[in-house]
T-cell receptor, first 114, second 114 residues
């Protein structure tokens, strides 16, 4: 089954404790992206990757890091999480980043930072 | 800066009704518009993708239209069912900020009662 998977699905952590949210897709997609969803603000892009070793900032990259060492994986790293990073996070992928292709989303990771 | 608005924020209808969800965007320079469905704990599911050159797309009981010049899209759901209850999001892929991201509305929460 073609899908985007994220782990963990739920995470409660404390301020300053480094964490990684994994994202993996099995569709051989070149393009991958991370979004966060907050009430009243909709989904906002954090980082995206056009291909292996090619990443760039989205609209709200502060406090996050990403890497793309393999085509299928695109982990989101929070080096020192803060309470304002409490949010619902989505990973997405597409065949590539060009106009014609729709994006597929993972199930989401709900992160709480206390 | 592209902004996407969805009105109403919430909608409650009895089963069997036909209904229309609205999406408006401020900048008509878009590549495409995508409608998603979001279910709690299940992430986003792509429903319909309309390219900027298209007027509408249909899938089963769903029909989405696009009027790029007026900055509007509608999602028509025929003969609504309780299983249609979810949050519906629209997103545009803007031209002027590149093709690497989607700009989302904040969604319409739909409840279809038996």
């Amino acid at each position: 089954e073609a899908q985007v998977t994220q782990n963990p699905r739920y995470l409660i952590t404390v301020t300053g404790k480094k964490l990684t949210v994994t994202c993996s897709q099995n569709m051989n997609h070149e393009y991958m992206s991370w979004y966060r969803q907050d009430p009243g603000l909709g989904l906002r892009q954090i980082y995206y990757s056009m291909n292996v070793e090619v990443t760039d900032k989205g609209d709200v990259p502060e406090g996050y890091k990403v890497s793309r060492k393999e085509k299928r994986n695109f982990p989101l790293i929070l080096e020192s999480p803060s309470p304002n990073q409490t949010s619902l996070y989505f990973c997405a992928s597409a065949h590539d980043g060009t106009v014609a292709y729709e994006q597929y989303f993972g199930p989401g990771t709900r992160l709480t930072v206390t | 800066k592209q902004e996407v608005t969805q009105i109403p924020a919430a909608l409650s209808v009895p089963e069997g009704e036909n209904l229309v969800l609205n999406c408006s965007f401020t900048d008509s320079a878009i590549y495409n518009l995508q409608w998603f469905r979001q279910d709690p704990g299940k992430g986003l599911t792509s429903l319909l993708l309309i390219q900027s050159s298209q007027r509408e797309q249909t899938s089963g009981r769903l029909n989405a239209s696009l009027d790029k010049s007026s900055g509007r899209s509608t999602l028509y759901i025929a003969a609504s069912q309780p299983g249609d209850s979810a949050t519906y999001l629209c997103a545009v892929k803007p031209r002027n900020t590149g093709f690497q991201k989607l700009v989302f509305g904040t969604g319409t929460r739909l409840l279809v009662s038996p």
